[in-house]
């Protein structure tokens, strides 16, 4: 069913590009020196490392937000002007997961292409869920988009 749901997101982004007629959409290539050993060795360096995380994006990421119930979906793509504009942070670091009490789950890992990541309330609150979507292209991770359905 996870697989589904994510085929059906990435058919609903494509027709609402042809929809609105987006035709160049820059894409930054992902430059990296090494393959990543491990899907969780490259996940807490990109939580913790600035610089690596910036060097790890895949350009544009594609946004979801909006459960769906109580708030509507939006699809956007955000470019470095989106994510510089962001008053907190794109993805919890470890010390801020423990700070905020937030829990992280790997909901998805395919090792060799794509993962996804929950990060949310440890307790029952559900004001932070937030889910990473990665993507391995030639040997590294890298973060494609992410979804906010946060109540």
Same mark, same amino acid.
């Given at each position: 069913m996870?697989?589904h749901r +994510?085929?059906?997101?990435?058919?609903?982004? !494509?027709?609402? *590009?042809?929809?609105? +007629?987006?035709?160049?959409?820059?894409?930054?290539?992902?430059? *990296?020196?090494?393959?990543? /050993?491990? &899907? #969780?060795? &490259?996940?807490?360096?990109? @939580?913790?490392?600035?610089?690596f995380?910036?060097?790890?994006? #895949?350009?544009?990421?594609?946004?979801?937000?909006? /459960? +769906?119930?109580?708030?509507? $979906?939006?699809?956007e793509?955000?470019?470095?002007? /989106?994510?510089?504009?962001?008053? +907190?942070?794109?993805?919890?670091? $470890?010390?801020?997961?423990?700070?905020?009490?937030?829990?992280?789950t790997? !909901?998805?890992l395919?090792?060799?292409?794509?993962?996804?990541?929950? #990060?949310? /309330?440890?307790g029952?609150?559900?004001?932070?869920?937030?889910?990473f979507? &990665?993507? $391995?292209?030639d040997?590294?991770?890298?973060?494609?988009g992410? @979804?906010?359905?946060?109540?």
């Amino acid at each position: 069913m996870r697989r589904h749901r +994510g085929l059906s997101i990435i058919v609903f982004v !494509l027709s609402v *590009c042809a929809i609105r +007629g987006v035709s160049a959409i820059p894409v930054t290539v992902l430059a *990296c020196k090494s393959p990543d /050993n491990s &899907f #969780q060795s &490259f996940l807490r360096r990109f @939580e913790d490392d600035a610089p690596f995380r910036r060097s790890r994006l #895949q350009l544009p990421l594609v946004v979801l937000t909006g /459960n +769906g119930i109580s708030v509507s $979906r939006t699809i956007e793509f955000w470019t470095l002007p /989106n994510l510089r504009a962001l008053k +907190g942070p794109l993805i919890y670091s $470890r010390s801020d997961l423990k700070k905020y009490d937030l829990a992280e789950t790997i !909901l998805v890992l395919q090792p060799k292409r794509y993962a996804e990541v929950l #990060q949310a /309330n440890a307790g029952e609150a559900d004001d932070t869920k937030l889910i990473f979507r &990665f993507r $391995r292209i030639d040997g590294c991770w890298a973060l494609e988009g992410f @979804e906010d359905v946060s109540e």
